[in-house]
């Protein structure tokens, strides 16, 4: 559950503030072009910055989820984009050259997406996280709370697996029937799933409570990243990268 990748790469030594406007950067970059072939250099680029960072771990684990993604937005905008020529039509469904240069290129998008994200989640840690989105300049609270999803999400899938491991453990077949029956089998893990989440959320707004939170004053930090020129050289690229492609606007 915990995606962090443990590492010493140039990718895990930045700023965190650096790796929060730079995932930035690189989504608003794979919105700038419509053609499969600027989409494809953006992802090659980014799977070379997953082999730089050790990623490539992480992709794996979601290597079925990218093929879906890919091939499901080539067919449907394919077949649902009314772009050009059509040399095939079928009722409501067409295909076009462009159709499916656009198809190609949306799906490109998604991936470089994805990997763009899993790479951020493989080299940053959830205190680094929240001590990026203080320096860019969000509350302290605002920033709290979306560190708070990091770590409460693996909690809760783990409360899940821990409840479904114990009703089975008590006889409960999960396996058997047909994808109806199974589903209905889960229904009655709810109850216990829920009862742990309102159990962790009250045993997390206590302890918050308990060591003063949202108290007024300065707030001090224990950890310290320096803004390095690697830093600088790094968004000044991004940053040069954005402008050229959103000046070429390439369909």
Known sequence: MVLYIPSDTLLHRLHPSTK??????????TVAFQSPWYQL???????????????????????????TVLVFSVVSWSLF?????????????????????????????????LVSGMIFVSCTKVEEFAYGLRSIGLPFAVSFALSLAFRLVPLFFTRIGTVVQAQQARGLDLKSG??????????PLLVPIFVYAIRDTDLLSMALESRGFGMRGKRTEFLSFPFLWRDYAILGTLLILNLAGWLIQVP
């Open 20 to 29: 929060i406007v730079g995932l930035a950067l690189l989504l608003i970059l």
């Open 41 to 67: 250099a953006i992802l090659s680029g980014v799977l070379f910055l997953a082999w730089a960072s050790g990623a490539f771990r992480n992709l794996r684990r979601i290597l079925p989820l990218m093929i």
């Open 81 to 113: 984009r009314r772009v050009g020529e059509p040399f095939w039509a079928f009722g409501p469904f067409t295909l076009s050259v462009e159709s499916i240069r656009f198809g190609f290129a949306m799906g490109l998008r998604l991936e470089a997406m």
């Open 178 to 187: 047909n994808v109806l029956q199974r589903a209905r089998k889960y229904v």
